[in-house]
């Protein structure tokens, strides 16, 4: 009895050693998988607020633009804003700040629109917020008015002065952000997702077999640019299956160790109690078989299989952050180096050196009191980073590092020490700079540019006034004599002079023609485009009655398209469209049956605008002459006329960003074709 008291004595310590190693290797795996969903939550916040600073920062851009200064070259931030929506997918708005908020412009609908007042959504709403804090905000999550699918805004407050005056704002569907969330690798069965200030979800990615109440831990990490947060959830069935495991295998291993505990112990009790019987009795002892040595092998080799396990833990874990291949170290308390990587080392200039167990502050002896700070702050629970901070180093060398500070808590959940993460942006820094320095030199081609565009400019309009001011005078004095002279003089002018006498009024008539070409040329260059939608079928049936009006006796059969349209300047649409027209009217005068017709067609992705006459046509030989100014295919007795009017209509083409071509034959008539962007 006493023997088996002693077997059970025995057991039972491995029975407790054995439940104590399960339950410790459940904990370090439970905070290993912390540390772990701390690291994911981090990192997936961090990629939201460089998501969402790359769209404030374009904002501001675009905030900050010249075009701003001046409402007449609105048009041209428009195309800005237009730039910026197709870069980023998401259209751009501008609101004038009142109550309530008029739309300025909207990318989605073309410039000039009626807009309505900007809408404002419940909860925290971006512009009102931008507008009251003076710098750009984030705000929650609402379905749009119009996609009734679910946005959310960025506004950047426009300052002029001492207050703000305009707002920029973008909307973001919220599948850019879902379509980031899903390139996310995660462990099985976890889940990330994305909620507002109120709570509201905006994005989640769940793992399989997921439940939205069955989460064992959350990790939640708050963005630094928005009122949202990131929330990883680990699924109580992440550790169910483990538990499930484990407990069978403890149950079986305590099982069969008592029962062969047990079962030995009696065979070794029974074999000892004979071998006393048979020495009491002064009889030869049996041969015994000790079973308790064995057992205390057994135990012996379990122990030291358990060590060898939690030895190769604590390996893999130093061969992990040593082989990191991000710049990463592990602290104690103390600021002693636990663990390194061979980034760190060599980022700071410790290959070769066996650091650890050595003070970061006897290796460094440059950090700076604020660090210092940093890593006590550290060291009471808090998280801190920082995306670009120089360092002056005691060799005289300058380093730029983005960094973070985390805490790493002990099995107990007290901190045992710091883990900081660092990565040496030198290179990206010098790139920006760089970068900034292109900009600058680029703004500076640019105002030059501009600059000597404009005296260009003003350079044409003194031509203009002196063309149409110094030019004019002389040509009506020329005129005006020669009419005298014909009336007052014309007994005394034989037949051939009062020839010459209507040679030089005509020449003169053809002078003043020309010159009022001149001056047509030159103002379709000029001035602001004001492109809105025009309707190319409404405004080709009136120019074709105005000619009917003015040539009654003319019969000709035209023919519009319904539903032409472009997108252009109104003016000079209808300037390109009369020189088409009249040019087509003038053309098929010779025609049996005279036939005009304004039609589209469709080829390479590009949607033309057709002008068709059946008259004279032209040799395309002579094609290239046909728009250039004062270059004529006929004769000035057949077809009247300066050479301008398709000079005309190719500046006007061209200063749309389009294309005009022609095509004819001598006797079958003409068609010109042009498209605008729209």
Request: some cysteine; proline content about 5%.
């Amino acid at each position: 009895m006493f023997l088996r008291r002693l077997i059970w004595l025995s057991i039972l310590p491995l029975m407790l050693l054995s439940l104590w190693l399960v339950v410790d290797t459940l904990r370090a795996r439970h905070q290993q998988d912390l540390r772990q969903a701390a690291m994911l939550a981090g990192n997936f916040a961090t990629d939201l607020d460089q998501f969402l600073a790359s769209r404030i920062g374009a904002l501001q851009m675009l905030g900050n633009s010249p075009l701003m200064e001046d409402r007449s070259r609105w048009p041209e931030l428009y195309q800005e804003a237009r730039a910026y929506q197709s870069f980023f997918g998401s259209h751009v708005i501008l609101a004038e700040i009142g109550r309530p908020m008029p739309m300025l412009f909207n990318t989605r609908l073309p410039l000039g629109s009626k807009l309505p007042p900007l809408p404002i959504p419940k909860g925290k709403a971006a512009a009102p917020a931008a507008v009251a804090s003076g710098k750009p905000e984030v705000g929650d999550v609402f379905v749009g008015p119009v996609s009734k699918s679910p946005l959310c805004s960025i506004a950047v407050p426009i300052r002029r002065g001492n207050h703000t005056q305009y707002v920029l704002l973008t909307l973001l569907d919220t599948t850019l952000l879902q379509q980031r969330i899903d390139r996310r690798l995660l462990p099985e069965g976890w889940s990330i997702a994305v909620k507002d200030s109120s709570g509201q979800l905006i994005v989640r990615r769940s793992g399989a077999n997921h439940q939205e109440t069955d989460a064992a831990n959350r990790v939640v990490v708050k963005s630094e640019l928005a009122p949202w947060t990131v929330e990883l959830e680990i699924p109580k069935v992440a550790y169910r299956g483990p538990w499930v495991r484990f407990a069978i295998l403890l149950v079986l291993g305590l099982l069969v160790t008592t029962v062969a505990g047990v079962l030995g112990g009696s065979i070794a009790a029974g074999h000892l109690g004979r071998a006393v019987r048979g020495l009491v009795q002064s009889g030869p002892a049996p041969s015994p078989e000790v079973a308790e040595i064995a057992e205390i092998a057994e135990a012996r080799e379990f122990l030291e299989q358990t060590a060898a396990a939690k030895r190769e833990s604590e390996e893999r874990q130093e061969v992990f952050i040593k082989h990191a291949p991000a710049a990463l170290a592990m602290f104690d308390r103390h600021m002693c180096y636990l663990h390194v990587s061979q980034r760190w080392l060599r980022d700071y200039g410790l290959e070769g050196r066996d650091i650890i167990g050595m003070s970061h502050y006897d290796l460094f002896p440059e950090i700076t009191a604020e660090w210092r700070e940093f890593h006590q702050r550290g060291l009471a629970g808090e998280v801190i980073r920082s995306e670009a901070d120089r360092f002056d180093r005691i060799d005289g060398s300058v380093q730029w590092v983005r960094w973070e500070i985390r805490p790493w808590r002990l099995a107990g959940g007290g901190i045992g020490g710091i883990v900081l993460f660092s990565e040496d942006i030198s290179d990206v820094k010098k790139a920006q700079e760089e970068i900034q320095n292109l900009n600058a030199d680029l703004e500076r081609r640019v105002e030059l540019r501009t600059a000597e565009l404009k005296a260009a400019n003003q350079e044409l309009d003194a031509f203009a006034y002196a063309v149409s001011h110094d030019l004019r005078a002389p040509l009506r004095a020329m005129i005006g004599f020669s009419e005298a002279l014909r009336e007052d003089c014309a007994a005394q002018l034989s037949e051939e002079g009062l020839d010459h006498l209507h040679e030089i009024q005509t020449a003169g008539f053809r002078m003043g023609e020309l010159v009022d070409g001149l001056l047509v040329l030159s103002r379709s260059l000029r001035g602001t485009l004001d492109c809105q939608p025009v309707d190319v079928s409404a405004v080709a049936q009136r120019l074709l009655k105005d000619l009917e009006r003015a040539e009654p006796n003319r019969m000709v059969r035209w023919q519009i398209e319904e539903g032409l349209q472009v997108n252009g300047d109104p003016r000079m649409i209808e300037l390109l469209l009369t020189n088409l027209l009249s040019n087509a009217w003038k053309y098929s005068a010779t025609a049996s049956t005279p036939r005009i017709s304004v039609s589209s067609e469709r080829r390479d992705g590009r949607h033309f605008i057709m002008v068709t006459d059946n008259g004279a046509g032209f040799d395309m030989r002579h094609a290239q002459r046909l728009f250039k100014p004062f270059q004529r295919l006929h004769r000035q007795d057949e077809f009247p006329g300066i050479g301008i009017g398709l000079a005309t209509v190719q500046r006007i083409v061209n200063r749309h960003g389009g294309a005009i071509e022609a095509d004819g034959a001598p006797g079958k008539g003409a068609t010109f074709r042009f498209w605008l962007p729209s």
